[in-house]
């Protein structure tokens, strides 16, 4: 029998893991800690001696209650004002021995992956984050979700075909990622229009959300130059904010502060040398995780 001393140890051995599949899943930070804390509780009172892999035992008790905290979302973003986008969140990495799986874990925390897992059904985008993410067997992912190993397995398959269909065609390189987020930051802070759409795809799309408590655009925004407009009218609106670069959701973001506290969160999308889409988060309710402009130095 495991002390609780014992217990904790294991179990905060693979909180970041939780934390990863639970945010995946719900794109909320705060519920994403939620679902963890719950997931503890069930840990402290199971039959431990039965667990033969705490790490999978423990990912599907997170995921079934990650799917709860979905479903409770729901009525919440039938209501919501404009688009839903999910909260940046600093810490997602789970610990990791190879370089390759560590940059592919990344990618499936950064905003443009969790925009296109939105658009899956909750139990297309579980099977999705349990298999393609954390490698689980089928067999497991079917007794988590209360369905056939085939059912399973179409749902993966469906879930697959659509991310691979919303995903770039190019391998995104993520020096050249950097570079334009900077870029564009500086070009947008110093008020250089024409940079700043030249740096655009003529095709781009911005989404903004401000959930109702900030001004946003109620709907996406499309091509370069309505873009420029709308940005800098927002900008305009805010004289003496500050720009600062900040690794949110395993990438570069940049964020603006006004007042010291971060007001909006950008994340780019890019193609080779072009912007295709911007995401802007303005919501308050979801800027609690990103640092203040003090710990940024």
Known sequence: MRDDEQLAREFDEHRVVLLGAAYRVVGSGSDAEDVVQETWLRWSKVDHEEVRDVRAYLIRIATRLALNKLREQKTRREQYVGPWLPEPIVKCSEPHG?????????????MAMLVVL?????LERATFVLREVFDLP????????????????????????????RQPRHQVDKARHTELTQ?????ADSGDFERVVALLAPDA???SDGGGKKS??????????KIIRWLFGVIAQYPGYELRIATLNGEPAF????????????FLETSGDLITSLYLIRNPDKLTMVPMLEELG
Do not use: C, K
Request: charged share 20%; hydrophobic share 45%.
């Open 183 to 187: 870029q564009f930051m500086a070009a």
């Open 255 to 266: 964020v603006v502060y006004y007042d010291n506290e971060p007001d909006t969160v950008t």
């Open 138 to 165: 089928y067999a497991e992912i079917a007794d988590t979700l209360g369905r056939s190993e085939a059912a399973v397995r179409q749902l993966a398959h469906r879930a697959r075909s659509h991310v691979q269909a």
């Open 205 to 207: 799309v911005l989404i």
């Open 118 to 122: 939105e658009t899956l059904s909750p």
């Open 216 to 225: 946003a655009a109620l709907r996406p925004i499309y091509g370069a130059e």
């Open 98 to 110: 190879d370089p390759e799986a560590v940059v592919e874990l990344a990618d499936s925390v950064s």
